[in-house]
């Protein structure tokens, strides 16, 4: 890898030319990054959907160009204006705007805001940080609101839609080492052995559910994940039990939500967004110290992780796009 002072390292940097979204790897400096006062040298970053949409143009993910793409890094501090950081110190950073605002992690150096940057956590590495992500950030987030809400094993089970994929299937294995009864709906037909190793108690199958149609159905849940939105997330309102939370992290079904405010009002049911983009300082500090400790994955080895090499990003982007991928895919940046 090269260094700051020679001038020059490898980015993949995403343009927008004549209408169309064109990434490729360009040789840069670290006057062409977007301003911050730690500068990483970075050694992993990670894929996830957010990603693959940036880097094709399937969906308007980055407000300007030309940017690095990549909403997650880790590695070590190369040189620091924020006295918070040495040269050397493990570090990582999820989000706030990487890939979307600023120049994200698919970069050899990152150049980030000192309040962005974690420290990485006694007892992970880079590699293993980036094995979670924005993907394992997002699902412990989801389970501290919960908790915070009031949350707890023994009250019933937990029901988490989009089960299969990368959140839902991290967070169903958190909730399972946790100790918590968790239900894993799924898409597909063919995941239940898959969601049973991670720790699911039960498994139903989207297409399978009688949703129903009334205000209030049957309480079903003392909690709930939704990925999907729409209406698995109106059928989530409508049957977690009194003074149950809902988190909402995604809109893979649709941004739309037909409900009523009877089970706001008539179960005390809480309805909680869970944005990991802007998450404050102090909640993801904490957050990504439960993922060292409590809320540490035991079941990587099930839910799979392959590493590319930076040369091959973007040949991996398509598979995203088409559904194709299981697990969590880690890009080796080298160095």
Request: aromatic share 8%; hydrophobic share 40%.
């Amino acid at each position: 890898m090269s260094q700051p002072s020679t001038g020059h390292f490898k980015g993949y940097r995403i343009h927008q030319q004549d209408g169309q979204i064109v990434g490729r790897f360009d040789d840069l400096s670290l006057d062409d990054l977007t301003a911050g006062e730690v500068v990483i040298r970075a050694r992993y970053s990670s894929i996830n959907y957010k990603d693959a949409l940036a880097a094709t143009g399937a969906g308007k993910i980055m407000r300007r160009f030309p940017l690095v793409g990549g909403i997650d890094v880790a590695g070590h501090v190369e040189s620091s204006a924020d006295d918070r950081y040495a040269p050397g110190d493990p570090v990582l950073v999820t989000g706030c705007g990487l890939g979307e605002d600023f120049d994200g992690g698919y970069s050899e150096f990152v150049r980030a805001r000192g309040d962005w940057v974690i420290p990485i956590p006694t007892g992970m590495d880079a590699h293993q940080a980036m094995c979670l992500g924005t993907a394992g950030f997002t699902a412990a987030l989801a389970i501290s609101r919960l908790e915070h809400n009031g949350l707890q094993p023994g009250r019933g089970s937990v029901a988490v839609t989009g089960a299969s994929g990368g959140v839902g299937s991290l967070a169903v294995n958190m909730l399972a080492g946790r100790g918590y009864s968790t239900t894993a709906v799924t898409g597909k037909e063919t995941a239940a052995e898959f969601l049973t190793k991670l720790g699911a108690d039960e498994v139903l199958v989207r297409s399978e559910i009688d949703m129903g149609s009334r205000p209030l159905e049957k309480a079903l849940w003392a909690g709930a994940i939704d990925n999907l939105g729409g209406d698995t997330l109106a059928w989530l309102i409508r049957t977690t039990d009194w003074w149950g939370s809902v988190a909402s992290i995604g809109l893979a079904q649709s941004f739309k939500l037909n409900t009523t405010v009877m089970p706001f009002i008539l179960r005390g049911v809480n309805l909680l967004g869970i944005n990991s983009v802007a998450t404050p300082r102090d909640i993801r500090l904490s957050v990504w110290e439960r993922l060292a400790g409590d809320l540490r994955p035991d079941r990587l080895d099930v839910i799979g992780t392959r590493v590319v090499a930076f040369a091959d990003l973007p040949s991996a982007f398509d598979d995203y796009l088409k559904g194709a991928v299981t697990g969590r895919t880690v890009v080796d940046l080298g160095g």
